[in-house]
């Protein structure tokens, strides 16, 4: 069991500080930025996502809500679960083996348990709560619902109080240079350096090294150096935020060690050599021309053949200088790579750029979306030399960053990184701390990049901002650990980060693994970090970071958000990642990516990176798909806010606990999203076709357009206010409607998992939608088929003019019989498979399971004996036989075995005010019993009442099964019942039904079924 130090030493030291020092305090400095953020534009509005904590377990088998748990630990270590604080229990003692016991008359965590060696310390901060924006009201004619910010023009002083104008500086001395190449800067020396008049051109510093008390300080003067390593103890400085420098400055890493050996590589990164090392109190400051924007949209479409290329905004870009035109298609390297680097010849009105060469390709710019355009040339560059690059095509220079000083602004990094060498990428701020308003990297670019673009590592309060990345192998921009916490990433461009490995078509198959379990890759010499088998352009390891306003084009995904249930890297701080749900993403973009993977999205919460064990080492592990296990699980709520996806395979996936959409767009996408647990989406827009039609020729046919799909058990999602736009049967979708384009869909082909009552919707949207494509149910006869349900809540999901139905909420349930026929005013959809009821009391839907579960049949009957459906279990596979239909009327269990004297019944599901009456058959003189319940006189008093009753009339055991799982989630005003997941059972899910049928009576095993007559 890990202790914490701090409460050690307050132990030993003064006993009055165990309470400080174990206290749980809810207050986090962790959360201050958004906070204030959230406040300032008036966006917290406190319904991000509801509460799902579960309770847990105490020791005398009742259930404690943590909500309800007292905050502070009752003295002795203490961990944080679902947002609270318990203490070690102080003995071993485990009788129950639930991991929990009790002290004082309070819940204590077992020290031996893994609820108290995988929970967070109580010194660890809370993650903070969820940034939300406020969400949009839609329209048949809504063309745009996500709100997407583009970075303010900054203001452009004259330059003044340049470093290299300075009082006080010694002129750069030739004889400080030896014969080796090696020079030290003079302590206490500020030196100027005039360019190449000081340091001639093919001059080679293989060691340069400026002191602690000294500075380099280079002039506004056009110069290249080549450079092998150099050492920033002191400053090195060229401009200022208030002087950037104009002239076009060069710096080459070179060596003359021959790179193509991989000795001679590993001596090199061993060395922390070929680039910029800034010790822990050195400063860097680079500042070159400021253009603005960095990065801007195509405001027309450029086709190919084309040497003109239409902006969305005036930029200030010159002629001379390169830019990349980023992929309009929807996949991107290794299948297809149609980004277009081009230089510009001269620009006209801003916004009217002449290129030098025609493009190859097409490149989208129509109304609906727009791809990418970024400034790839600054007058500063740092950058690989060729012949480096061409002897070791993924080994160049680097800058690593120990100390909390260093500001890039306005420079070109290119052909850097050392490919799976640790540590060694473009810009690696390392180890740096809290770097509040000292350092940062903006207005830059970087490109053909040997392995990501920033990284930030342990690192917090850092800016990354402004910024074009292309071409770059791994994960781009990068938060190492895991740990790093109240960074901003925002008006960044990512275009066409690489997967790490092979990418022959063998290869790239296998990255489609098996559905929603993905590819398991451990760390190797080929794979430093296996993550970046599944690169992205943003790889956010820490939710509690500010994400705003970024674009993201082509990876295994655009935005990577990895489960990482402990830091890794040896970092000291012992938090959960996983923990710190994602809290202020906002205004991000991304598109051409999920491509690898049916099962991903653009926007990706899923995939898990941790430490396990290999012959006695750790090393790193990374499933690319959905983990189970609740140690693995995302459980944080997480908010999505104002993004705009598009050419995905879905615009979002997430598969976690908690996730929200808010302002969500889906335009050539695959799906909306594809969303797990309590989730819900808030104002949305998901088009099906648009008229970027010569990008999607090649859709694969399980990948139709389609909008969202509801899952087929143990989830819960709300769809408020969204657009379903341009869904038309597509005739070469085959015999499968689930591969047909369409707006809704449910999720039928599992014939082992039955969904309980989980959808509600409300305010739904259909624009050129045909009625046969609005929902897609495919009626199979499986499990998930009989049993789809969904609560309309104001009949916008299925309202048909003339369908005869009243306005307001709907029950919709499967039409594959006539099992979810409530009433005689239902009404069946034939093209959509449904039957579609008012949702009136007390029908809503019940989910209960039984076992033994063989050959089941179900037949439903009202309790005022009208409606007769039938709904059965036909195959002894199912996990269990779970049954889910509209509550409020009678469920008679046929045994095609027999009666068996005892079985057990789950109520997985009986929502507030509303009843299950469960009967079956039996021989006269037999009588049932349920232990523990109330036993009625007759079957009217048992009608009449209102908990757990039983009673045996006219043959036949009836027991009237009172709500369980109260409560529900809540999301944008709509609420699902809450559920039980079967096959975990508690006191208050199972109870045992005695038939009173003993094995020897025969007549129990021949007994006929009859439905019963109610009074």
Same mark, same amino acid.
């Given at each position: 069991?890990?202790?914490?130090?701090?409460?050690?030493?307050?132990?030993?030291?003064?006993?009055?500080?165990?309470?400080?020092?174990?206290?749980?305090?809810?207050?986090?400095?962790?959360?201050?930025?958004?906070?204030?953020?959230?406040?300032?534009?008036?966006?917290?509005?406190?319904?991000?996502?509801?509460?799902?904590?579960?309770?847990?377990?105490?020791?005398?088998?009742?259930?404690?809500?943590?909500?309800?748990?007292?905050?502070?630990?009752?003295?002795?270590?203490?961990?944080?679960?679902?947002?609270?604080?318990?203490?070690?229990?102080?003995?071993?003692?485990?009788?129950?083996?639930?991991?929990?016991?009790?002290?004082?008359?309070?819940?204590?965590?077992?020290?031996?348990?893994?609820?108290?060696?995988?929970?967070?310390?109580?010194?660890?901060?809370?993650?903070?709560?969820?940034?939300?924006?406020?969400?949009?009201?839609?329209?048949?004619?809504?063309?745009?619902?996500?709100?997407?910010?583009?970075?303010?023009?900054?203001?452009?002083?004259?330059?003044?109080?340049?470093?290299?104008?300075?009082?006080?500086?010694?002129?750069?001395?030739?004889?400080?240079?030896?014969?080796?190449?090696?020079?030290?800067?003079?302590?206490?020396?500020?030196?100027?350096?005039?360019?190449?008049?000081?340091?001639?051109?093919?001059?080679?510093?293989?060691?340069?090294?400026?002191?602690?008390?000294?500075?380099?300080?280079?002039?506004?003067?056009?110069?290249?150096?080549?450079?092998?390593?150099?050492?920033?103890?002191?400053?090195?400085?060229?401009?200022?935020?208030?002087?950037?420098?104009?002239?076009?400055?060069?710096?080459?890493?070179?060596?003359?060690?021959?790179?193509?050996?991989?000795?001679?590589?590993?001596?090199?990164?061993?060395?922390?050599?070929?680039?910029?090392?800034?010790?822990?109190?050195?400063?860097?400051?680079?500042?070159?021309?400021?253009?603005?924007?960095?990065?801007?949209?195509?405001?027309?479409?450029?086709?190919?053949?084309?040497?003109?290329?239409?902006?969305?905004?005036?930029?200030?870009?010159?002629?001379?200088?390169?830019?990349?035109?980023?992929?309009?298609?929807?996949?991107?390297?290794?299948?297809?790579?149609?980004?277009?680097?081009?230089?510009?010849?001269?620009?006209?009105?801003?916004?009217?750029?002449?290129?030098?060469?025609?493009?190859?390709?097409?490149?989208?710019?129509?109304?609906?979306?727009?791809?990418?355009?970024?400034?790839?040339?600054?007058?500063?560059?740092?950058?690989?030399?060729?012949?480096?690059?061409?002897?070791?095509?993924?080994?160049?220079?680097?800058?690593?960053?120990?100390?909390?000083?260093?500001?890039?602004?306005?420079?070109?990094?290119?052909?850097?990184?050392?490919?799976n060498f640790i540590g060694r990428y473009p810009i690696h701020f390392h180890l740096s701390g809290d770097v509040t308003g000292t350092s940062y990297v903006t207005d830059s670019?970087?490109?053909?990049?040997?392995?990501?673009?920033?990284?930030?590592?342990?690192?917090?309060?850092?800016?990354?901002?402004?910024?074009?990345?292309?071409?770059?192998?791994?994960?781009?921009?990068?938060?190492?650990?895991?740990?790093?916490?109240?960074?901003?990433?925002?008006?960044?461009?990512?275009?066409?980060?690489?997967?790490?490995?092979?990418?022959?078509?063998?290869?790239?198959?296998?990255?489609?693994?098996?559905?929603?379990?993905?590819?398991?890759?451990?760390?190797?010499?080929?794979?430093?970090?296996?993550?970046? @088998? /599944?690169?992205?352009?943003?790889?956010?390891? =820490? %939710?509690?970071?500010?994400?705003?306003?970024? !674009? *993201? &084009?082509?990876?295994?995904?655009?935005?990577?958000?990895?489960?990482?249930?402990?830091?890794?890297?040896?970092?000291?701080?012992?938090?959960?990642?996983?923990?710190?749900?994602?809290?202020?993403?906002?205004?991000?973009?991304?598109?051409?990516?999920?491509?690898?993977?049916?099962?991903?999205?653009?926007?990706?919460?899923?995939?898990?990176?941790?430490?396990?064990?290999?012959?006695?080492?750790?090393?790193?592990?990374?499933?690319?798909?959905?983990?189970?296990?609740?140690?693995?699980?995302?459980?944080?709520?997480?908010?999505?806010?104002?993004?705009?996806?598009?050419?995905?395979?879905?615009?979002?996936?997430?598969?976690?606990?908690?996730? @929200? /959409?808010?302002?969500?767009?889906?335009?050539? =996408? %695959?799906?909306?999203?594809?969303?797990?647990? !309590? *989730? &819900?989406?808030?104002?949305?827009?998901?088009?099906?076709?648009?008229?970027?039609?010569?990008?999607?020729?090649?859709?694969?046919?399980?990948?139709?357009?389609?909008?969202?799909?509801?899952?087929?058990?143990?989830?819960?999602?709300?769809?408020?206010?969204?657009?379903?736009?341009?869904?038309?049967h597509d005739p070469n979708s085959g015999s499968l409607s689930e591969h047909d384009s369409c707006a809704l869909l449910g999720m039928t082909h599992s014939d082992q998992f039955?969904?309980?009552?989980?959808?509600?919707?409300?305010?739904?949207?259909?624009?050129?939608?045909?009625?046969?494509?609005?929902?897609?149910?495919?009626?199979?006869?499986?499990?998930?088929?009989?049993?789809?349900?969904?609560?309309?809540?104001?009949?916008?999901?299925?309202?048909?003019?003339?369908?005869?139905?009243?306005?307001?909420?709907?029950?919709?349930?499967?039409?594959y019989s006539d099992a979810w026929r409530t009433s005689s005013a239902c009404v069946h959809h034939d093209a959509w498979g449904l039957w579609i009821c008012p949702l009136d009391?007390?029908?809503?839907?019940?989910?209960?399971?039984?076992?033994?579960?063989?050959?089941?049949?179900?037949?439903?009957?009202?309790?005022?004996?009208?409606?007769?459906?039938?709904?059965?279990?036909?195959?002894?596979?199912?996990?269990?036989?779970?049954?889910?239909?509209?509550?409020?009327?009678?469920?008679?269990?046929?045994?095609?075995?027999?009666?068996?004297?005892?079985?057990?019944?789950?109520?997985?599901?009986?929502?507030?005010?509303?009843?299950?009456?469960?009967?079956?058959?039996?021989?006269?003189?037999?009588?049932?019993?349920?232990?523990?319940?109330?036993?009625?006189?007759?079957?009217?008093?048992?009608?009449?009442?209102?908990?757990?009753?039983?009673?045996?009339?006219?043959?036949?055991?009836?027991?009237?099964?009172?709500?369980?799982?109260?409560?529900?989630?809540?999301?944008?005003?709509?609420?699902?019942?809450?559920?039980?997941?079967?096959?975990?059972?508690?006191?208050?899910?199972?109870?045992?039904?005695?038939?009173?049928?003993?094995?020897?009576?025969?007549?129990?095993?021949?007994?006929?079924?009859?439905?019963?007559?109610?009074?």
């Amino acid at each position: 069991m890990r202790a914490s130090r701090t409460y050690w030493i307050c132990l030993v030291v003064a006993a009055s500080c165990t309470t400080l020092a174990v206290g749980c305090s809810e207050a986090s400095s962790a959360t201050e930025d958004a906070t204030a953020d959230a406040g300032a534009n008036g966006d917290a509005d406190g319904d991000a996502s509801a509460d799902s904590t579960s309770p847990q377990p105490s020791a005398d088998g009742s259930t404690e809500d943590p909500e309800d748990a007292s905050p502070d630990a009752p003295g002795g270590p203490s961990v944080r679960i679902d947002g609270k604080c318990y203490a070690i229990c102080q003995t071993s003692s485990d009788p129950d083996g639930d991991g929990w016991g009790s002290e004082n008359g309070a819940a204590c965590v077992m020290p031996a348990s893994s609820l108290a060696t995988s929970s967070p310390w109580c010194e660890t901060p809370v993650p903070q709560t969820s940034y939300e924006a406020p969400s949009l009201s839609v329209s048949d004619e809504t063309t745009s619902v996500a709100v997407i910010p583009r970075p303010p023009k900054l203001a452009l002083d004259p330059p003044h109080n340049c470093p290299h104008s300075a009082s006080g500086l010694t002129t750069w001395n030739p004889s400080w240079l030896g014969s080796d190449g090696v020079v030290a800067i003079p302590p206490q020396t500020r030196v100027l350096v005039h360019g190449n008049d000081d340091i001639p051109a093919g001059t080679l510093l293989r060691q340069l090294t400026i002191p602690a008390s000294s500075e380099l300080i280079f002039a506004d003067q056009a110069a290249t150096f080549r450079v092998t390593d150099i050492e920033v103890a002191g400053a090195m400085r060229l401009g200022s935020p208030t002087c950037r420098l104009q002239s076009d400055i060069r710096f080459e890493f070179d060596t003359d060690e021959d790179v193509s050996s991989a000795g001679v590589r590993s001596a090199i990164y061993d060395r922390m050599g070929l680039g910029i090392m800034v010790d822990s109190m050195g400063v860097l400051d680079v500042f070159g021309t400021r253009h603005q924007p960095t990065w801007t949209r195509l405001a027309a479409t450029a086709n190919a053949g084309t040497r003109q290329l239409v902006l969305a905004e005036s930029v200030d870009w010159q002629p001379g200088q390169k830019l990349i035109v980023a992929t309009s298609d929807r996949y991107d390297y290794p299948i297809r790579d149609q980004n277009e680097v081009r230089t510009i010849t001269s620009i006209n009105g801003g916004t009217t750029v002449t290129i030098d060469a025609p493009l190859a390709y097409r490149h989208y710019g129509g109304p609906e979306y727009q791809v990418e355009v970024g400034l790839l040339s600054h007058n500063i560059r740092f950058a690989t030399a060729d012949r480096i690059l061409q002897a070791a095509p993924t080994f160049g220079g680097h800058i690593m960053v120990h100390s909390k000083t260093a500001r890039i602004s306005g420079a070109e990094l290119y052909g850097l990184g050392q490919q799976n060498f640790i540590g060694r990428y473009p810009i690696h701020f390392h180890l740096s701390g809290d770097v509040t308003g000292t350092s940062y990297v903006t207005d830059s670019s970087i490109w053909r990049s040997n392995w990501r673009c920033a990284v930030l590592h342990r690192t917090d309060h850092a800016l990354i901002s402004r910024n074009v990345a292309y071409d770059v192998f791994g994960h781009c921009y990068y938060l190492e650990d895991g740990v790093e916490m109240n960074n901003e990433l925002s008006y960044n461009l990512a275009v066409k980060p690489k997967i790490l490995g092979p990418i022959d078509q063998a290869s790239i198959d296998a990255l489609n693994g098996p559905p929603q379990t993905g590819f398991t890759l451990r760390q190797s010499s080929e794979y430093a970090q296996p993550a970046d @088998r /599944a690169a992205a352009g943003f790889y956010i390891s =820490n %939710g509690n970071n500010r994400i705003i306003g970024n !674009a *993201a &084009s082509g990876g295994f995904a655009g935005f990577s958000f990895p489960n990482l249930p402990k830091a890794i890297g040896g970092s000291a701080e012992r938090i959960d990642p996983i923990l710190y749900g994602v809290s202020h993403f906002d205004g991000n973009t991304a598109h051409s990516a999920g491509y690898f993977w049916g099962d991903t999205g653009c926007v990706y919460a899923g995939g898990t990176l941790r430490e396990v064990d290999d012959g006695g080492q750790k090393v790193l592990e990374y499933t690319s798909g959905r983990q189970t296990d609740p140690n693995l699980l995302r459980r944080t709520p997480e908010v999505f806010n104002n993004t705009k996806t598009f050419l995905c395979e879905a615009g979002i996936t997430h598969w976690g606990n908690s996730p @929200r /959409a808010v302002n969500l767009e889906s335009w050539d =996408n %695959g799906f909306l999203a594809k969303l797990f647990g !309590a *989730a &819900s989406i808030h104002g949305g827009l998901s088009v099906g076709r648009t008229g970027n039609t010569a990008n999607q020729s090649s859709r694969p046919r399980s990948y139709y357009q389609r909008g969202f799909q509801f899952y087929d058990t143990r989830t819960q999602t709300i769809l408020r206010n969204v657009v379903f736009r341009n869904y038309q049967h597509d005739p070469n979708s085959g015999s499968l409607s689930e591969h047909d384009s369409c707006a809704l869909l449910g999720m039928t082909h599992s014939d082992q998992f039955t969904p309980q009552q989980m959808n509600a919707t409300s305010g739904l949207h259909f624009v050129n939608v045909s009625e046969g494509q609005r929902i897609c149910l495919g009626n199979s006869g499986t499990l998930a088929s009989r049993n789809f349900n969904l609560i309309d809540n104001d009949g916008s999901a299925t309202f048909i003019n003339g369908d005869g139905l009243p306005a307001g909420p709907r029950l919709v349930g499967s039409g594959y019989s006539d099992a979810w026929r409530t009433s005689s005013a239902c009404v069946h959809h034939d093209a959509w498979g449904l039957w579609i009821c008012p949702l009136d009391a007390p029908h809503a839907v019940a989910s209960v399971g039984t076992v033994p579960n063989a050959n089941v049949q179900v037949q439903l009957y009202g309790i005022d004996n009208t409606c007769r459906g039938t709904n059965h279990y036909s195959a002894v596979e199912y996990i269990d036989a779970q049954i889910t239909a509209p509550s409020g009327t009678g469920w008679h269990h046929v045994f095609p075995g027999g009666v068996p004297p005892t079985f057990d019944v789950q109520t997985l599901q009986v929502p507030a005010n509303s009843f299950v009456v469960l009967s079956f058959t039996l021989p006269p003189s037999v009588t049932c019993s349920v232990a523990g319940w109330s036993a009625s006189s007759s079957l009217t008093s048992l009608l009449a009442s209102t908990g757990a009753t039983y009673t045996t009339a006219q043959n036949t055991c009836f027991i009237r099964i009172p709500p369980t799982n109260l409560g529900s989630f809540t999301a944008s005003g709509l609420s699902v019942a809450n559920m039980t997941w079967r096959g975990n059972p508690s006191p208050t899910t199972y109870f045992t039904v005695n038939t009173g049928c003993a094995p020897s009576n025969a007549a129990c095993q021949s007994v006929v079924s009859i439905i019963p007559t109610m009074p």
